[in-house]
């Protein structure tokens, strides 16, 4: 072995010998072609990572191809968002879902009542957010496929007890989340981070704020903690702020809602396309259909940034509301 090698890469190693599922072997050994220096010296050694990492990609691959071995932390995206709630035991998690959706989660207080994810449905307006209630985060064992869960979702929420001990409770959260090496998407990753690493969008939750006393130390705690991602207080139990939870979510998604209508008909505003911020009306003709990207010649535009029927082209970015008649 070349002598030259960085403990970094070393370190990547170990994880390698230690690593248990193929995903963790995959990841460590992606490290380890990233930090190995790139000279003469180590080719042979460059090569044969290359080889173990496809050799790896193929048994992860074909594992995750097969429905049977999808793992109960394997939940198809539904609606217009995947957003996974995760945080301590008893913080409220199962409440907040079974409050929100149709899903029935256990609630209960005692610690560690969800032993497995539980997908459920949030209506907002004239769309659909997919919650996610998960088994609690703490330093005791976490699956790994976990913790692959929360690196898919559109949208971590991080959800903590006001009425237990917000700030630790806070901090031991991130700081799981980092060893996942997910970190907040505006937030510096520091240099010595392991990568690859999930830039996520990350909600904080603060529940059970219900008295002036809660209320207060939610003031307390964000100022402390200067927050560099987005807070709000809330109580399940007494439905105070899930409304706004709802359009915070929705502005962190980047998502917009644009409708299609027919000449001369209305349209229907009951069924949204949703699409990224950004998207062009080109984006939008593909997604309608793929015949539409060529055939698409211009539409016509109703909207709040437009004169009612306004003519644009294929460049158009649309904008949330945006009502378009497509002509091809
Ligand atoms: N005071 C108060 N208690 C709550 C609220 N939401 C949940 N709880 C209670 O907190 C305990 C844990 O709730 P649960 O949803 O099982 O938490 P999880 O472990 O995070 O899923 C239960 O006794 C709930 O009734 C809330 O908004 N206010
Ligand atoms: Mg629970």
């Known amino acids: 072995m070349p002598a ?76 217009a968002a995947q957003v996974v709630i995760v945080g301590p035991p008893n913080t409220g998690k199962s409440s907040l879902v079974d409050r929100l959706t149709k899903a029935s989660p256990e609630i209960a207080d005692f610690p560690h009542t969800t032993h497995k994810p539980t997908p459920g449905m949030a209506q907002y307006e004239n769309i659909q957010f997919q919650l996610i209630d998960t088994p609690p985060l703490t330093g005791e064992y976490v699956d790994p496929a976990m913790a692959d869960m929360i690196r898919r979702a559109d949208v971590v929420v991080v959800l903590i007890d006001l009425a237990a001990e917000p700030l630790s409770q806070y901090e031991d959260t991130m700081a799981m989340l980092e060893s996942f090496r997910i970190y907040p998407e505006n937030a ?33 705690f964000i100022e402390l903690t200067g927050l560099c991602i987005p807070a709000l207080g809330i109580s399940v139990h007494r439905d105070r702020n899930l409304s706004e939870f709802l359009d915070t979510l929705y502005r962190l998604t980047g998502i917009i809602r644009v409708y299609s209508k027919n000449p001369g008909k209305e349209p229907d505003l009951k069924e949204p396309f949703v699409i990224p911020r950004g998207s062009t009306l080109e984006d939008l003709a593909g997604k309608i259909h793929k015949d539409f990207v060529t055939r698409l010649k211009y539409a016509r535009i109703w909207g709040k940034t437009v004169h009612d029927g306004q003519m644009a082209q294929r460049d158009y970015v649309l904008q949330d509301g945006d009502i378009v008649e497509i002509h091809a």
């Not at 996520?200 to 207060?216: P, R």
């Open 188 to 220: 510096e990753v520091p240099q010595e981070a392991r990568r690859p690493v999930f830039l996520k969008k990350i909600l904080l939750l603060a529940n059970k704020m219900e008295t002036k006393k809660e209320q207060d130390d939610f003031e307390t």
């Open 4 to 79: 030259n090698l960085p403990p970094t890469y070393l370190e990547a190693e170990r994880r390698y010998r230690e690593a248990k599922t193929p995903q963790e072997k995959l990841d460590a050994l992606e490290e380890m072609l990233a930090i190995i220096p790139k000279h003469k010296g180590t080719d042979k050694l460059q090569a044969d990572l290359k080889r173990r990492i496809a050799r790896h990609r193929d048994e992860t691959q074909k594992k995750k191809g097969a429905v049977v071995q999808k793992g109960i932390f394997h939940l198809d995206k539904e609606g």
